[in-house]
């Protein structure tokens, strides 16, 4: 018996069945070519990742014309969907379960990956830092600040991409509240310096997000629906006054819709900002609770079976491992993941990482 046996107990969301605890996280690797369109290679990668409990697809533009990384994968056009479909068949075929990430990059979409257009936020902030464009790193500029008006055309644009989620074959779906994205930019007071009802108070703060996800709500079972946050970190130059207490009040509120699962980022890749928002996430949220962030199998064990975690997240060791749950039930070594790979066109440093059974 191995000590990280409890990652491999089932578990129940809804009418799933879910085998393992061990999840993928959604991880941005720019496969999807210059239409933004899933295809063959991608549908490889995710089938040799379909142990995971649930795969979380990586972050997809709900809408045309918020990319905010070259080559990422979209979800509003008929050749969307039908790329998506031979994933979802692919993982389907292998017997996972996979969930589509629904994204608005929000201020991070640049004008040089979007036609030119100017970028939309709460507020009229850019973040501080570059990002890879067709013509080389370019500095993020200053974004436009959303409109009140303009609002419930990105709540139709997340409804309707959740509506095509469910014709390319998901599972169920994530809707993206973190790493300093739309939904994101307005949760946070750092980057959300409206007035009106999507600014000021935490409650207003977190009035789109909440609307989102309940728009997608009426077209999934609510326990097909999970939410993505990120409170404490700093990427994309996010900062929160209390992500503490951001945390707690939005795990309580989010009691109202049933979600499947709520997916906590546990820490900021930059360690600008620290503190334990598990904690008040598993005291006030009653659903699923879903770890990411830097765990190895025996911490990830660990908090499943101190309760604090019903679930973890993997990211990278899910990139290098097609087997992770294998290696981990194994107590095999991991293989290595290749960063110079991680947002190139090709196979390689994509589907040609080895298995056990491969080596």
């Known amino acids: 018996m191995s000590s990280n046996d409890i990652l491999f107990n089932n578990l129940s969301i809804g009418d799933m069945d879910i085998a393992n605890r061990i999840w993928m996280a959604p991880l941005t690797r720019c496969r999807a070519g210059l239409e933004h369109i899933p ?9 040799q990742r379909a142990s ?7 972050a997809t533009m709900a809408m045309e014309g918020c990319s905010a990384f ?3 994968p979209g979800i509003y056009s008929d050749a969307q969907i039908a790329g998506w479909k ?20 929000g201020r991070a979409c640049h004008p040089a990956l979007n036609g030119g257009k100017q970028p939309v936020a709460p507020s009229s902030i850019a973040i501080e830092d570059e990002v890879h464009t067709p013509d080389g790193k370019l500095p993020q500029v200053v974004p436009r600040a959303l409109r009140d008006d303009e609002i419930p055309s990105i709540i139709a644009g997340f409804k309707q991409a959740a509506i095509n989620a469910k014709a390319a ?4 779906v994530e809707v993206h509240g973190a790493n300093g994205y739309l939904l994101d930019q307005f949760l946070r007071d750092g980057s959300n310096k409206r007035d009106g009802q999507y600014g000021g108070s935490l409650e207003n703060r977190a009035r789109l997000l909440l609307e989102v996800v309940s ?5 999934w079972d609510s326990k097909r629906v999970g939410l993505r946050i990120s409170p404490l970190n700093s990427y994309n130059s996010m900062l929160d006054s209390d992500p503490i207490g951001l945390t707690a009040w939005l795990a309580k509120r989010l009691n109202d ?4 699962y709520l997916h906590v980022m546990r820490a900021d890749f930059f360690q600008t900002q620290t503190g334990d928002v598990l904690t008040p996430a598993r005291e006030h949220f009653k659903g699923v609770l879903v770890g990411n962030m830097g765990y190895n199998a025996d911490e990830a064990a660990e908090a ?5 975690l019903d679930a973890v997240a993997f990211g990278t060791p899910f990139l290098a491992n097609p087997d992770l749950p294998a290696r981990i039930q194994a107590a095999a070594p991991l293989n290595t993941p290749d960063e110079a790979t991680f947002y190139t066109q090709s196979a390689a440093g994509y589907t040609d990482y080895p298995t056990l059974d491969n080596h």
Do not use: P, R, S
Request: with cysteine; aromatic share 10%; proline share 0%.
């Open 39 to 47: 295809n063959t290679l991608m549908a490889e990668h995710y089938a």
């Open 52 to 58: 995971a409990g649930i795969i979380v697809a990586e």
């Open 70 to 72: 070259w080559q990422e």
């Open 86 to 105: 031979l994933v979802t068949n692919a993982v389907h075929a292998k017997g996972g379960k996979i969930f589509l990430q629904l994204w608005h990059g």
């Open 169 to 172: 074959g998901f599972d169920g």
């Open 215 to 219: 728009a997608v709500c009426e077209v």
């Open 257 to 260: 819709f049933n979600l499947g």
């Open 304 to 308: 499943v079976n101190a309760g604090k």
